[in-house]
């Protein structure tokens, strides 16, 4: 492993399960001290302790990303503890860990709607507006927004979801625009179909699966195959890349 991240801090929302945690363990393994930002705070808890028995550097942070009090406090322990910030993930969403229902457009629930803006698009901004000071002072971040490739496709029965992964594309392309004078990049990773269920049954393999065939590349994804690109997008290598969304699912989308 290289360490093209010593020195740098990195927060990931929803950093305790699926991808999220596969994110931490890499920018840890590569050198940064990683901040894991969860609402699940016992699997924040567990990732920390799992990484600093490596001799990596982590903090659990229990965090709901829909709350501005909450995650200015995830990033004034975050500061507090390893004196800077310099990659946020804006991975946390209602998906898997807590999960969304699928339904036809017309039974999805209004509630669930609202919950779903409120930690996939409000959540992705509140966290961006908390680590913004910080960035600013050292006039140097980066900021990795989590999409899907759903928003690019579209996809059946869970039009809540896929509608909040498009704003992502939105929203990234303008805080791109606002922090880029200030030092900052802020992209986008846009995941295909990714095994990341803890414990996955015969109808989610399937789902999977089906998803594989549609690829270039046909075969399943794992939260390995976005390793890479976070890592780019985190790193000095993609200093004069902003506003993008990289596509990760083995040339299913090709845009
Ligand atoms: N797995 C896939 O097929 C796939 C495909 C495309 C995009 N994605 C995206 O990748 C990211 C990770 O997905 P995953 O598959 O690991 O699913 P996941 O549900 O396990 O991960 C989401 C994480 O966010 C956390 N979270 C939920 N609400 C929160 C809140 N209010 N505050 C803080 N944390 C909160 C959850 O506890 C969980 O750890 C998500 O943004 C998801 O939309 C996943």
Redesign the pocket.
């Known amino acids: 492993m290289s360490s093209r991240l010593k020195g740098r801090v990195a927060i990931v ?8 945690r596969a994110y931490a363990r890499r920018l840890a393994e590569e050198g940064a001290s990683v901040v894991i ?4 705070v016992k ?1 924040a808890t567990s990732a920390a302790e799992e990484l600093e028995k490596e001799g990596f550097e982590a903090l659990a942070v229990h ?4 709350k501005p009090d909450s995650v200015k406090e995830m990033a004034r322990l975050a500061a507090e503890k390893f004196g800077r910030i310099d990659i946020l993930v804006n ?8 999960p969304m229902s699928r339904a036809p457009f017309d039974e999805i629930d209004p509630e669930e709607w609202d919950r779903m803006m409120a ?2 698009v409000k ?1 992705a901004w509140l966290s961006s507006c908390a680590v913004a000071p910080y960035m600013r002072d050292q006039q140097y971040g980066k900021i990795i927004n ?5 928003a690019l496709k579209g996809a059946d029965n869970r039009i809540h979801y896929v509608a909040s ?1 498009a704003a992502i594309l939105g929203f990234t392309k303008t805080l791109a625009n606002e922090l880029g004078k200030e030092g900052v990049c802020v992209n986008c990773i ?5 095994m ?1 269920e803890e414990n996955p049954d015969d109808a989610i393999r399937q789902r999977r699966a089906s998803a594989a065939s549609t690829r270039a590349i046909p075969r399943l994804q794992m ?1 390995g195959d976005m390793l890479g690109a976070v890592v780019f997008f985190s790193s000095s290598d993609s200093d004069f890349i902003t506003g993008q969304t990289l596509v990760v699912d083995g040339g299913s989308c090709m845009h």
Do not use: L, M, R
């Not at 930002?37 to 699940?40: N, R, V, Y």
């Open positions: 929302t929803g950093g305790g399960h699926g991808i999220g930002a969860e609402i699940d699997a965090t709901d990303v829909t991975n946390a969403a209602i998906f898997i860990s807590v930690v996939n959540g989590i999409s899907s490739g759903t992964k846009a995941p295909g179909s990714t990341s939260p």
